[in-house]
């Protein structure tokens, strides 16, 4: 199985601050990559898809980048909603695996 | 609007078996497959499987092979998942996905698509006690 390692695991941020959170690969998924967001009693929500494709409706200060092994989730200027937990996914091959999360919290 | 809505919360003994549905409007149920996700309280996100509405055919997790059974009903535009054999462990909340698929044509001549959940369920928390 593919192993997804996020860091960090937690973090605090003040509204309209930069964040990057960062997730590697246990072996190359070239830019099979997925972000998504979890807000507290919700089910996720995909930001990104393919390491670096905004999903519509999602706002443009969500980015990603990487390829291979090394990714990153960019978001800028923190908007009191951003407050949530990320999570990395690979769709490269079964099973699906995720990250184990980052908790983005409000400094 | 794309919906998936989700059977409500379960309460099972261990050693007993559970079945959710996720009943989907806004689309063609067999335009796309179905992945089950659970998180377990306060943990993160575990693949379970997928489903291909149109043909049944499935790939499972090798952790729930054996216990879970993916199904599906054109007729209702539903997708089933049962556990059997449910232990305390998988008390958690289980999402139905829709999987969604991306064209790309790269400059070395490869092709393909790529995967992504972009609809998810309403959840279902299973309590094994």
């Known amino acids: 199985d593919i192993q997804l390692t996020q860091s960090p695991s937690s973090l605090s941020a003040s509204v309209g601050d930069r964040v990057t959170v960062t997730c590697r690969a246990s072996?190359?998924?070239?830019?099979?990559l997925n972000w998504y967001q979890q807000r507290p009693g919700k089910a996720p929500e995909l930001l990104i898809y393919?390491?670096?494709s905004l999903h519509s409706e999602v706002p443009s200060r969500f980015s990603g980048s990487g390829s291979g092994t090394d990714f990153t989730l960019t978001i800028n200027s923190l908007q009191p909603e951003d407050f949530a937990t990320y999570y990395c996914?690979?769709?490269?091959?079964?099973?699906?695996?995720f990250g184990q999360g980052t908790k983005l919290e409000i400094k | 609007q794309v919906q998936l809505v989700q059977s409500g919360a379960e309460l099972k003994k261990p050693g007993a078996s559970v079945k959710v549905s996720c009943e989907a409007s806004?689309?063609?149920?067999?335009?796309?497959?179905i992945h089950w996700v659970r998180q377990a309280p306060g943990q993160g996100l575990e693949w379970m499987g997928v489903?291909?509405?149109?043909?049944?055919?499935?790939t499972y997790s090798q952790k729930f092979q054996g216990r879970v059974t993916m199904t599906s009903d054109t007729s209702t535009s539903t997708v089933y998942m049962q556990l059997t054999s449910l232990r305390v462990q998988d008390t958690a909340v289980y999402y139905c996905?829709?999987?969604?698929?991306?064209?790309?044509?790269?400059?070395?001549?490869?092709?393909?698509?790529?995967?992504?959940?972009?609809?998810w369920g309403t959840g279902t928390t299973v309590t094994v006690s």
């Open positions: 393919a390491a670096s």
């Open positions: 996914q690979q769709s490269y091959s079964t099973p699906y695996t």
């Open positions: 489903v291909n509405p149109s043909d049944g055919s499935t």
């Open positions: 072996q190359s998924i070239t830019n099979y």
């Open positions: 996905a829709r999987r969604e698929r991306s064209f790309y044509y790269d400059t070395n001549g490869g092709y393909g698509y790529y995967y992504y959940m972009d609809v």
């Open positions: 806004g689309y063609t149920l067999t335009n796309y497959y």
